[in-house]
């Protein structure tokens, strides 16, 4: 990501110059990693000549169950954001697929149980599809544990909930991996530090539930519609044990900023034939939806020059 190459920021609903994206340092947000936020993509169709933003009101809707999780007091409404988000793009007149990044965050100075007052602000930045999408991902599965419900919940998409999964990232690579699994408290596979997993056994998609620690990923529930819309898979949503996960034909992440990225190893062990022929079908079906090349799902598309 190239960063800082946008002209403006959006803060507390105005539009300013990039360089003034400050927030203090002795507020709760820096203090406690007190902040709630967002990572959506937006697509330059070049048929519509347009800017597509993916399921922009789902992330919306998922970053007011966040605030609500963490008891923000603030009167922040899906369609503030949404404005706020739409007019940014169009101020730094992007026209290339990239990023947003969409945060609320507990401002002034109060203690560690403050609520408030509320600071949001967005950002909008261009960020190219990644090479590993199309070359794969070699995973190791992670010694350290996925953070649980009562004790940090993963389904709330809070800042200080990812340092669980930098400890396991970082460790991750240095141990030569692209990209870890995280096993639940009761060790089964859970999700990787920015994305969720799915593996496909004998024809069948199986991908953990949201009760094994994951975030209630809105690509998640893309990949599972189009399996079973396109390609007449049912995914399983259940416990998936570590040895499984070896035996599996192919596997895959996927998230709003990774998309759809193969897994072709697991602790050393290959998986199938390396790159899965429902993966790359999977992959070409969403790559077409998102960039708006699809007859179908006009609803997940905001467009934003022509809307
Ligand atoms: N899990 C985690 C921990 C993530 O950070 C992300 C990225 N937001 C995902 C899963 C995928 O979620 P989504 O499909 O909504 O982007």
Not at 291 to 305: C, F, K, M, N, Q
Request: glycine share 8%.
């Amino acid at each position: 990501m190239k960063l800082g190459s946008a002209k403006y920021i959006s803060m507390n609903g105005q539009v300013v110059p990039y360089d003034q994206g400050h927030v203090h340092v002795m507020s709760p947000a820096f203090r406690y990693g007190a902040v709630a936020f967002e990572g959506i993509r937006f697509y330059w169709s070049e048929k519509r000549q347009d800017m597509l933003v993916f399921r922009l009101r789902e992330h919306l809707e998922r970053m007011m169950v966040t605030m609500k999780l963490m008891r923000f007091d603030t009167d922040l409404t899906v369609e503030r954001m949404e404005q706020a988000t739409l007019d940014l793009i169009r101020r730094n007149e992007l026209r290339e697929t990239g990023h947003i990044r969409l945060f609320a965050y507990v401002d002034g100075n109060g203690d560690q149980w403050s609520n408030g007052p509320i600071g949001w602000c967005v950002t909008t930045l261009p960020m190219p599809r990644r090479p590993m999408v199309s070359k794969g991902v070699k995973v190791g599965i992670s010694s350290w544990q996925r953070i649980s419900d009562n004790v940090m919940p993963p389904r709330a998409k809070v800042a200080a909930n990812y340092n669980n999964g930098r400890m396991a990232g970082t460790q991750g690579k240095l141990d030569g991996y692209d990209n870890v699994l995280l096993l639940t408290n009761h060790g089964y596979i859970s999700e990787s530090p920015g994305s969720c997993f799915f593996m496909i056994r004998k024809g069948v998609p199986v991908t953990p539930a949201v009760t094994d620690s994951i975030l209630e990923s809105i690509t998640r529930e893309t990949v599972m519609q189009l399996l079973r819309e396109s390609f007449g898979l049912q995914t399983v949503e259940r416990n998936i044990d570590r040895t499984e996960v070896y035996c599996a034909d192919e596997a895959f992440f996927c998230g709003s900023g990774q998309e759809v990225v193969p897994i072709v190893s697991v602790d050393h062990h290959p998986l199938g034939e390396g790159i899965g022929k429902i993966t790359r079908a999977l992959q070409d079906r969403y790559f077409v939806i998102v960039s708006g090349e699809a007859d179908d799902h006009e609803e997940w598309l905001t467009p934003v020059y022509k809307g």
